[in-house]
């Protein structure tokens, strides 16, 4: 339909299009399944995320997939990029939706920004079926790290319980896990490099959600790659940090902390010579 | 705790107090759950956010009440103000953080973040039993509106689906549901005023949160107030709506709109006469 | 014009109204007056804000002002709330609107955001003739504290020399300072209190603000209460302030500065008890 | 000194650098230049951003470039992105900070967003002496726009005045514009493929910074490279634009216009069939 919607004359009768939902008729309608029906007990969030996102009904188990995602990346302390800004600025006494976007604009190539990457270069990899070791030395040669791999805390001793917890979940319910597979054998290769080359959190979504998105019997093999080039994985996480964020903004309301300022003394105050005029 | 906090010790040690989670174990904890807990069978995304926002363990109808939420308020099509602004901001080219991020700055007083007032205000008015009438005339009086009552569109013959559905699904699962009731009452009186004076979806969602906190045994009165005045309801909303702006930002992604420019025509310029220098 | 603008006609046939700046002619204008002539040497940023905001052309003397306060304002070290958010955003990776945002989103009542609140209740004190020591009590006696009035660290004795530069621009420049006059005297009242209640920067520009305003020869005196109810002074700071931030997120950028996180011993984890199920 | 900072023993004391500003001593530095010096007649807002952003003290022609590209961006009318954002905010009831941001997040490679691609592909074709035509044929052949070149309704015959008058200015003061004489160049020769591909704002702005910085006799080639590398000149248009932005914010309050809501009308719905389960 896009390029239909596209042609002229529909271009000159209206300015915008929306192909995700409908508010117009009795009820709201999420890629035409009425609200009514996503409220009855076999739906969820999962189902009206992916109704509003790939246009789809997915089965349980990947509905439930995508929500244990929700879960489990919905917050990871105080100490993030994201939690310390919405902390911040709940703390200049900013209302909560100003406090949750100061926290979400740092969400990025560093900080939970990886998974569609990851996603991509993993499906990829495996598709072609690159052996791991020339898939890391290769990335190398480039000058690129494997994005979801490395952690600045989590090493091969003290794995990341979150990936763990996801993968045991993957590993009843999907139908196949090809893309952690080929995955988790990276992170065999890279661990003989360094001990915290682990498979992170980004790169653990990323694989199973190519896995889920290609066994789920829904998704054409040019509609996976759509979903992960607009970058919806990303969007996963946004909207389950959102979560924590709101809770790190009350939690600070009601302490009711006061203006926060980064202490003189832990900063190198570098000033250049005074320039010429 | 907060007092404890903050006495004299404590605030020298550190800058930063965080009470909603803990990232350093070998696993992270949401208000001492164990993810892993958390990601077992009887769990969900309504958990996860109540342990976070509120440090409860929700019963089950409770919960499932929060989903309902997040699945009624995720998307209301994109004519309103946060769909809008987020389709804007993606056919202007920018990343889906950015897209969200414009459209979530438009929440407010007059969309989508009267939920708190709407629950304080009948929360307050139907502890007091102040009558319907009196309630309405009272902030007409102070030249207010009441909050969570009335809609552009929506009348007494067409009423909003998505109230009767939340309602629908509190009479069965719910203890009890006073403050709804309540709300109705007054919905009944102002309809006797103006058809489209109905019940909206803020005041039902307020009003229904209050009956979730107060018969869900597990909040003391203060703390149900605490709840109300913190904002979270409004944060329901806030997060329930992120999956729809996502969705609206991919979806025009996806068709790879133009960059969107308001019609001339469309605007009146009333420009001032030339100022005197 | 306002009431004018929305008379019934004019509402149906444009959704929008813009009373500030035209693009359609051949040279854009800024209330009326044409970009070339802004561009002459007589004008400057000063008059461009100002015709913006205000649709005034203003006397040299205040253009000037408000480009001191622009500079004055600009940059106040990296540990306050904004450059701190920017910061840490830059670091993250995120692109320079994204960084220059998530600052932004800290500036409110307790960092830059009390400029309006200062200047209103000064000018109102003054022109009531309430005696200064009347003044603080009264508020004190409300549990308000004086806007625009205490400091960190600046003391009696350790003056903030922004307030003092300002403040001689001001006696040089200004037909008369009665405001600024009034704020000081305020100030030598709250000092015999604690030596840090000193008038701060926000006080000084609200102060002085007023007196421009009120002696512009420009603006009516319902003209002058409009302004300061805009919230036009917190704009003031906002956009100044936007030239530091961006300055701090091109520096963590031209230094490579990698993500930062919070060290975890800055941080007091105090979880609750486990919650009940 | 960057490499100096990032060295060991420095990274383990302080965990942030800064080396634009220092709020420490009696009075705030910007680039170790005393904010006295810069309150005295000869220097303005264009030399505070210089000394914040690039550390240097320019000329006085150069700050006052500077200064005439915030005045000639300021603002240019409701219609475009950014105003339409912060227009839509602001009648949904929130705060000017809010407004703002809302707006400024659509500034970007679609709009505004354009001025540093554009002065680093004019740069390096200019220093390598590419002819024009080649230029934009080589750009073509990869698939790519000409960065700063095309316009929705400006064309040969009704230019963007804007573009004229910054070039006349140049002309004026400007030891040499090389660069900007390499883009008219270019756009000679695209004019001759379609009327419309004119030397826009952007690449105006990017040509005659570009002229500004290799001609001020402050930065060498590699500073140079790296201010357009860095991003800083869509800064000037951010801080810039954040004028006009407030300035509708404050415009639409001034009014009390009501919510926005885009017309039903406007949107073509094309919702998908629904999916199977
Ligand atoms: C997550 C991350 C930032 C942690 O980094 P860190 O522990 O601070 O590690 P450092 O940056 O100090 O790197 C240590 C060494 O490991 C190497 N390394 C780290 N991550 C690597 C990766 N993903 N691929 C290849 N090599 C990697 C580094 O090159 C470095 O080697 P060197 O000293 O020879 O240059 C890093 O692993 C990374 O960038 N991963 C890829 C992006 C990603 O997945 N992000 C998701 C975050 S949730
Ligand atoms: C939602 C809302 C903005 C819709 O407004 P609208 O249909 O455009 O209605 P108008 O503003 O044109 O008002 C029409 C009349 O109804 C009255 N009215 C509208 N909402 C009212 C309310 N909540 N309480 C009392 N009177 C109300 C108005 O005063 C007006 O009467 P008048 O012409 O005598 O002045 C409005 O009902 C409202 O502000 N509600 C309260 C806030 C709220 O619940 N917001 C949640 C949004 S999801
Ligand atoms: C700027 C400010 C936050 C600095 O606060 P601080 O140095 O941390 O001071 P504290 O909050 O610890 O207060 C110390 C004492 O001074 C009093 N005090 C501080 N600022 C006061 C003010 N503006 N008016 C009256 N009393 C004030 C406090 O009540 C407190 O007295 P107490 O111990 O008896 O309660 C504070 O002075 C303030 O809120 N000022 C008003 C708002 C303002 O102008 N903000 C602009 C910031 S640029
Ligand atoms: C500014 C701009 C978006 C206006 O676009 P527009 O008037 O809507 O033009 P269209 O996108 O409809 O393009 C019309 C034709 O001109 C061509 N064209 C437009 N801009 C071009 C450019 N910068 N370089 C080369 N060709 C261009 C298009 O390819 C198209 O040709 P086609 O029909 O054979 O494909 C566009 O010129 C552009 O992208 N410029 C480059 C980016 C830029 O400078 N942005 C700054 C904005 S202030």
Same mark, same amino acid.
């Given at each position: ?7 002229? /004359? ?79 600025? /709940? ?22 920004? /990886?998974?569609?990457? /990851? ?159």
């Amino acid at each position: 339909y896009p390029s239909a919607l596209r042609s002229g /004359a529909v271009r000159k009768t209206t300015n915008i299009v929306c192909t995700i939902s409908d508010d117009r008729g009795e009820e709201p309608t999420y890629a035409s399944v009425p609200l009514s029906e996503l409220m009855t007990p076999s739906y969820g969030v999962g189902d009206a995320l992916s109704l509003l996102w790939f246009k789809k009904l997915l089965p349980p188990w990947a509905s439930r997939f995508i929500e244990l995602v929700l879960v489990t990346a919905a917050d990871h302390g105080p100490c993030v990029s994201g939690a310390h800004n919405t902390i911040v600025a /709940a703390r200049a006494g900013k209302d909560l939706i100003s406090s949750l976007c100061s926290g979400l604009l740092t969400i990025g190539p560093r900080f939970g920004g /990886a998974v569609d990457a /990851a996603a991509i270069a993993f499906k990829d990899a495996q598709e072609r079926g690159v052996p791991p070791d020339e898939f890391v030395e290769g990335l190398k040669k480039c000058g690129r790290r494997v994005e979801g791999i490395g952690h600045r805390i989590k090493t091969a001793e003290n794995r990341d319980k979150r990936v763990e917890l996801l993968s045991r979940y993957a590993a009843e319910a999907f139908p196949s896990t090809h893309v952690l597979a080929y995955a988790k054998s990276v992170e065999a290769y890279t661990l003989t490099k360094a001990s915290n080359l682990v498979l992170n959190i980004d790169g653990c979504i990323g694989a199973l959600f190519v896995d889920m998105l290609m066994t789920a019997d829904q998704f054409s093999p040019a509609e996976v790659d759509e979903v992960l080039e607009l970058g919806a994985l990303n969007g996963i996480f946004v909207v389950s940090r959102s979560i924590g964020l709101v809770g790190h903004a009350l939690d600070q309301r009601r302490m009711k902390q006061p203006l926060y300022r980064h202490p003189w003394d832990d900063v190198l105050y570098a000033s250049p010579e005074r320039p010429p005029p």
